[in-house]
């Protein structure tokens, strides 16, 4: 169970119009715009669509479907020599796909995240690319019930830090399905690796 306290929504819907303030009634055409604008707690709600950008996720900020759909949810890269998302610490990403990118979602260093209910699939390089992070536990990075597919390198490719992988399915990309790099803390359970070019799990 990860506590992930909220202070306030911003929308954001593709075919917005006319005054964007982050309201409902008055969403951001874009996820880049309600980004700059969400402050740490905050909650970015997105309206279906296929938004072709490359985002960031603040600390302390979530994004997450209206509608609860991932697949409804398109974060589409703009730029594929840059990650579709990238997200800082204390951040979560639900209930949306991830396509394209250098890789699909890049977790930065000695960052919790959490990535809920997420399709990742089609990066140039790794579906989620995890950087070095201290091992204890306010640092960890949650894969809980993903689909990662169709990734030109590992579906999950990890540095050294601690991992939870839970309800996650990993196949069809070109490298190995989940590689750990040395000295990591790993916990996976209810998940499968399989049909990639090169191991299932790969832990060094």
């Known amino acids: 169970v990860v506590a992930f306290g909220k202070s306030g929504v911003v929308y954001v819907n593709e075919d917005a119009k006319g005054k964007e303030d982050g309201s409902s009634a008055n969403p951001y055409k874009t996820i880049s715009k309600a980004l700059k604008k969400a402050k740490k707690g905050d909650e970015v709600r997105v309206r279906n669509g296929t938004y072709t950008e490359n985002i960031t996720i603040p ?46 979602v890049r977790v930065e260093g000695d960052a919790k995240a959490t990535i809920y209910n997420v399709i990742i699939k089609d990066s140039k390089r790794d579906g989620i690319h995890a950087d070095k ?63 990639n070019g090169g191991s299932g799990l790969n832990v060094t």
Request: a positive charge; aromatic letters at 2%; hydrophobic letters at 30%.
């Open 59 to 104: 600390n302390g900020v979530e994004v997450v479907s209206v509608s609860g759909n991932r697949e409804k949810v398109i974060i589409k890269a703009d730029k594929n020599d840059q990650p579709a998302v990238t997200m800082k610490d204390n951040t979560r990403l639900t209930r949306v796909t991830v396509k394209g990118g250098r890789h699909g």
């Open 133 to 195: 992070a201290r091992l204890e536990k306010s640092k960890q990075l949650v894969i809980d019930k993903v689909q990662i597919h169709d990734n030109d390198l590992s579906g999950i490719y990890s540095e050294k830090r601690r991992i939870s992988i839970t309800k996650t399915d990993v196949w069809n990309n070109k490298l190995d399905g989940i590689d750990i790099e040395a000295g990591s803390n790993i916990w996976m359970e209810d998940s499968k690796s399989n049909a």
